[in-house]
C-alpha cells in the first residue's frame, strides 16, 4: 500500500485531511472479500477503450471520482450526459474547489508516468489470475443452478479450472523468474515487458463472441443485456443465461460446453505466454 500510487495523492475530501486518497478510496469502497483493497471494477462499455481493451485486447483502464457506495445509492448523478452538464454545473455544485478534480489528475498523470518510466511494467500477472479464479467460481455457480442438466449434457467446468490453475503457476513462475532477473540487460527486461504488455491479446479470440464479433476479449466483455456493465467469461454467461427458457435444451447446453472450451482453450493458451521464451 505503501508503494500504491494512490498513496501519493492527498484525499479532496473535507474532514479527511492527512488522509491518502488510497486510504480514503479504501475506507469509501473496499471489497467485501478482500477488505485490505479498495474496490477496482471489471470495465464494462459506451467509452472510449471499448475497442483498444475489448476488441484489441490492449490492456486499459479508468480512473474517476465516483460515490461513496456505502451511503449513497443512487447510480448516477442526474444531469449524467445531458446538456445541462456544463462548466458551470461543476463550479456551483460539484467540485467548487476543484480539488477532486486534481486529484484525477494527479492518479491519470502518475499512473502514466509510472507505466512510461518503470524499467519493467508495474504489472502483475498473479492478481490477473486471483481474478481468474474469482471469475471462474462465479460461472460455475451459474451452471451448478441446473445441475441435472448439467449432468445430463455432460457438460463440465472442470478444463476451465484446470486452465486457471495453469495460468496461476505460470504467472507465479514468471514473477519469481524476475527476481533473478539481469536488469542491466536490455534484451531481458524488453522480453519480459513484452511478456506483460501483451499478456491481455492472449485472451482475445479472433471470431469474437457469438453474434457479437466486435467484441473479442474471451475474459472481460459487456454484459449483452447491460451495455455499460462488465461480464467476466461473457461467452459461457451469455449462454447460460435464460437457458431453462429454451426451446431446444440440448443445443442450448451444447454452445454451453462449447464456449467452456473457448475460455479454457484460451486461458491456457495465456497461461503458455508467460512460460520462458524458447
Known amino acids: 500500500k505503501r508503494n500504491h500510487q494512490l498513496s501519493y495523492v492527498s484525499s479532496p475530501e473535507e474532514g479527511e485531511e492527512g488522509l491518502s486518497l488510497y486510504e480514503s478510496w479504501h475506507k469509501r469502497d473496499n471489497w467485501t472479500d478482500d477488505r485490505d483493497a479498495p474496490r477496482i471494477s471489471k470495465l464494462g462499455s459506451g467509452s472510449d477503450f471499448e475497442a483498444y481493451f475489448i476488441r484489441l485486447g490492449?490492456?486499459?483502464?479508468?480512473?474517476?471520482?465516483?460515490?461513496?457506495?456505502?451511503?449513497?445509492?443512487?447510480?448516477?448523478?442526474?444531469?449524467y450526459h445531458s446538456v445541462y452538464e456544463t462548466f458551470e454545473l461543476v463550479e456551483r455544485f460539484?467540485?467548487?474547489?476543484f480539488r477532486k478534480l486534481r486529484a484525477v489528475a494527479q492518479v491519470r498523470g502518475g499512473l502514466i508516468f509510472l507505466l512510461a518510466d518503470s524499467q519493467l511494467l508495474p504489472l502483475d500477472a498473479s492478481q490477473y489470475a486471483g481474478s481468474l479464479t474469482?471469475?471462474?467460481?462465479?460461472?460455475?455457480?451459474?451452471g451448478q443452478k441446473h445441475p441435472d442438466a448439467l449432468v445430463k449434457y455432460g457438460v463440465s467446468f472442470d478444463s476451465l479450472?484446470?486452465?486457471v490453475e495453469n495460468f496461476t503457476v505460470a504467472a507465479r513462475d514468471f514473477h519469481e523468474r524476475l527476481t533473478t532477473?539481469?536488469?542491466?540487460?536490455?534484451?531481458q527486461i524488453r522480453m519480459v515487458n513484452d511478456q506483460l504488455m501483451y499478456l491481455e491479446r492472449a485472451f482475445v479470440d479472433p471470431l469474437g463472441l457469438p453474434g457479437r464479433p466486435f467484441y473479442r476479449h474471451v475474459i472481460f466483455a459487456p454484459s449483452s443485456h447491460n451495455k455499460y456493465a462488465?461480464?467476466?467469461?461473457?461467452?459461457?454467461?451469455?449462454?447460460l443465461f435464460d437457458i431453462e427458457r429454451t426451446a431446444n435444451p440440448k443445443q442450448a447446453w451444447d454452445e454451453v460446453r462449447r464456449?467452456?472450451?473457448?475460455?479454457?482453450?484460451?486461458?491456457?493458451?495465456a497461461a503458455m505466454t508467460l512460460t520462458p521464451p524458447a
Request: charged share 20%; net charge positive; aromatic share 14%.
Open 58 to 79: 490492449i490492456a486499459a483502464g479508468r480512473a474517476r471520482y465516483t460515490k461513496n457506495r456505502k451511503t449513497e445509492r443512487y447510480s448516477s448523478y442526474p444531469v
Open 161 to 163: 479450472f484446470s486452465a
Open 94 to 97: 460539484y467540485d467548487p474547489s
Open 230 to 239: 462488465g461480464e467476466s467469461f461473457p461467452g459461457i454467461y451469455d449462454a
Open 134 to 142: 474469482k471469475y471462474a467460481h462465479t460461472i460455475a455457480q451459474l
Open 181 to 187: 532477473l539481469d536488469r542491466t540487460d536490455p534484451i
Open 259 to 269: 464456449q467452456i472450451s473457448i475460455a479454457a482453450f484460451t486461458v491456457q493458451a
